[in-house]
Every structure is written in structure tokens, then in C-alpha cells.
């Protein structure tokens, strides 16, 4: 009998998914909710669900932190240490005692990127004061009493992916948040490192001018489809699962379209089975603004306006559609960064070529369990994700030029 080849399984190394968003928080009567007791369990935690206006062109955009205790347990908080230099030491794993949580003594010792930092206040000479916690329980309470509504802030973190009921869903796991700077800009951006095949650009929408984008984000699971991940317990923490997830990408209909075909190639196509290709791309969220332009403008409104009855502006205004329902993820290009010593770096695209072969990615835990019901969607949807390859499209046809 032959040897069937085992799969290695998936990794995420040199993977990037977080977020920064510069803007107003918007804090309403819903925006905390502390010392919440779960009704399944002793589990008492405390939630903010924050939206920051980051301007008409992005919206209002979700963020949330969210973190408890069990009222009868013991509770730890899973830390890990520093090295000689400082950084984090990944390897240096522990627990700390949860009533340990605020003490210096131990708190000296554990590696920055365990703790969450809030600075939204200034001391007597207007230099910001960090707060920084261990928990995500502590930091809401924090935030509760000292963020402000309109307090122009700048929020940093973590994007986290969960697939429930055949879609793909997107959460905003903050990890700073400082006072916005008097330099910085209003933004709503992300860093997205996907794994891109052949299939993963769609027909493009002409109307909107965009080219949908699937590709599959890494997430680790310890059940999936009623399989269980951790072998038992054998695999900590469970296993990587590839999400197939929509984006767009937005072109210019003006531009010469050989051009636009180079570069939705270049960034999109992987030539043999999954490139792994980190992107730059921003969030456009309810309560974002399409704006009107005097093109956009009816005959009738252009004759209000020549009558005196409107001027230009005013019926810009009233022509504008505040697009409150979208939630967009629009990529705009592969990330550039400089890598190699100091003094010596030199620019580089994120993108590893042939990272997984499409065999890699047909795992058997992504199959639903044969004791789960019949009736169940797919945690994933493929079918409905109509992609293009190199064999059956016409790019020139695909953008009506």
C-alpha cells in the first residue's frame, strides 16, 4: 500500500492583520457594559463596543475590547517574559495570579506587547500619561471613566476572524489607544496578509468599479465543523484554518486598461497554487458619505441652481447619500517595507510565491462532521464567490472597454 503524503501543517509566520484608526469617539449609553454576569456560567466580564468618525470619506468605525473573570475560579493572566534587549520573549511563557495583576514587581518582568496602553490623559505639564493593563477587564473600566465622547483619539490592534452561518466575520480587537497627535490625519486603515490563487479576483462591478477579492485569512481553531482540533488535547490552542474572505479593490475606469489589467495581475494572481501577499487597504464603515460631484447633478437640479433657487454647494449637499449600511474592506496595494540590518535596508514586497500548493489547503477538518446536522451551512461559502482564471476570462471584455 502506498504511503500517503502527510500535509505539514499551516503556520503564520511573517503574517500581519491589524488596524489603526484616527478619529472621534462616539460614546452613547451602549458603548460600556461593566461587570455583566454571563447566564451560563460565573463569567463576569465588562464590554465596550466603540465606534471612532473617522470623517465622511471612511465613517464611523466598530472597534471593541472585551475581557472577564470567573466569580469561582482561579484566575491567571497568561503572560510571557522579556529578553536581555528588552523585547519580547515568546518562548518565555507563564501564568501570573490574578490578584498579582497590578503589581510592579511582577508586571516589571513581562514583555510589552502583553499589555494593553491607554494614554487619553495629560498631566499638570500636558505630557500624556500611560496606563497600561494586563487585562482587558481592567482597561474597559479605565476607558469607562476617562474616554469622552468627541475625544479625538488614535486606536491600534488586531483583526480577528470567526465564520458563522457561511459568512466570514471581521472584529476589531483594540490593543492602544492614544490622544490623536495635532500632525496626524483622520484615517481608518488596515494590514491584511492573505494567501491569493488564481481564482481569488472576481468579475469586476462597473458600476461601483471595483474588483472583488477573495482570499483566505489564517485563524486558529480548537473545534471546526464539529472536528475537534486539538487532537484530544494533543495541539494546544488547536489548528490553523484557511477562511475564505471577500475585499475589493478599486480602479480608475479612466485609466488605460492595459495597465489596469498589469496591475490587478501583479498584486492578485498567483501563478501556481497560494502566494502569501501582505496588503494596505482601509476600512469604509455605516455612516460613510458617497459625495456628490456637479456631474452627478439632474437637469432639473442644474436648473434650480441657474434659477437662483439653489447655489452649486447647497445642492451638492443635498445630493450626497450617506451610505449607512456599508461595511467594506478595500484593499489598495501589496505592502512595501524595508528589511535587512540598519544602515543597509533595502525596500521589499511582502509576498512569499507558492507558499501552500492547492492540495496543502484541502484539509480534512474542513469537512463538516458526519455526526453534525445535514441542513448546517458551510462555515465558508465558495460557491457564491464567483472568481476569474487566466483560462476563461477577457480583460478587456470584464471592464466594458
Not at 59 to 77: F, H, K, P, Q, T
Not at 168 to 181: F, M
Not at 185 to 207: C, E, H, M, N, R
Not at 278 to 291: L, M, N
Request: hydrophobic letters at 30%; a negative charge.
Amino acid at each position: 500500500m502506498a504511503k500517503v503524503k502527510e500535509k505539514k501543517p499551516l503556520e503564520k509566520k511573517n503574517w500581519v492583520q491589524n488596524f489603526i484608526l484616527i478619529g472621534k469617539a462616539c460614546i452613547s449609553d451602549y458603548t460600556f457594559k461593566l461587570d455583566e454576569h454571563s447566564e451560563k456560567s460565573d463569567w463576569i466580564y465588562n464590554v465596550m463596543n466603540l465606534n471612532v468618525d473617522c470623517g465622511e470619506k471612511y465613517g464611523r468605525i466598530s472597534c471593541e475590547l472585551n475581557g472577564g473573570y470567573g466569580a469561582g475560579r482561579d484566575n491567571v493572566c497568561y503572560v510571557h517574559g522579556k529578553k536581555d534587549d528588552n523585547t519580547d520573549d515568546f518562548d518565555n511563557r507563564y501564568t501570573l495570579d490574578w490578584d498579582d495583576r497590578f503589581k510592579e514587581e511582577y508586571l516589571k518582568d513581562i514583555g510589552d506587547l502583553c499589555f494593553i496602553n491607554i494614554g487619553i490623559e495629560k498631566d499638570t505639564k500636558g505630557n500624556t500619561v500611560v496606563s497600561k493593563f494586563l487585562q482587558p477587564y481592567d482597561a474597559v473600566k479605565y476607558l469607562s471613566d476617562y474616554l469622552t465622547d468627541d475625544m479625538e483619539i488614535k486606536v491600534r490592534g488586531q483583526l480577528r476572524y470567526s465564520a458563522y452561518q457561511g459568512n466570514v466575520h471581521v472584529k476589531k480587537t483594540i490593543n492602544s489607544i492614544y490622544l490623536k497627535k495635532d500632525n496626524e490625519k483622520y484615517t481608518a486603515a488596515f494590514t491584511q496578509t492573505l494567501l491569493i490563487d488564481k481564482y481569488s479576483v472576481g468579475k469586476p462591478d462597473k458600476d461601483k468599479c471595483v474588483f472583488p477579492i477573495t482570499g483566505c485569512v489564517l485563524e486558529k481553531f480548537k473545534e471546526y465543523n464539529g472536528n475537534d482540533l486539538t487532537e484530544g488535547g494533543k495541539v494546544k490552542g488547536g489548528k490553523f484554518v484557511p477562511l475564505r474572505k471577500g475585499f475589493e479593490y478599486e480602479y480608475d475606469p479612466s485609466a488605460d486598461p492595459e495597465r489596469i489589467k498589469k496591475g490587478v495581475t501583479l498584486a492578485f494572481k498567483a501563478k501556481k497554487g497560494y502566494s502569501q501577499i501582505t496588503y494596505e487597504g482601509v476600512f469604509v464603515e455605516g455612516g460613510a458619505v458617497v459625495q456628490a460631484t456637479e456631474a452627478d447633478l439632474t437637469d432639473e437640479i442644474k436648473e434650480l441652481i441657474t434659477a437662483g433657487l439653489y447655489n452649486l454647494d447647497e445642492a451638492l449637499a443635498k445630493c450626497t447619500e450617506n451610505k449607512g449600511k456599508e461595511r467594506r474592506m478595500i484593499i489598495k496595494r501589496p505592502l512595501i517595507k524595508m528589511v535587512g540590518e540598519e544602515g543597509s535596508k533595502v525596500p521589499q514586497v511582502q509576498v512569499t510565491e507558492q507558499k501552500y500548493s492547492e492540495e496543502d489547503l484541502q484539509l480534512d477538518y474542513l469537512v463538516a462532521h458526519e455526526d453534525e446536522d445535514e441542513d448546517i451551512e458551510e462555515d465558508v461559502d465558495i460557491e457564491d464567490q464567483e472568481g476569474t482564471s487566466d483560462e476563461d476570462e477577457d480583460w478587456m471584455k470584464q471592464l466594458g472597454m
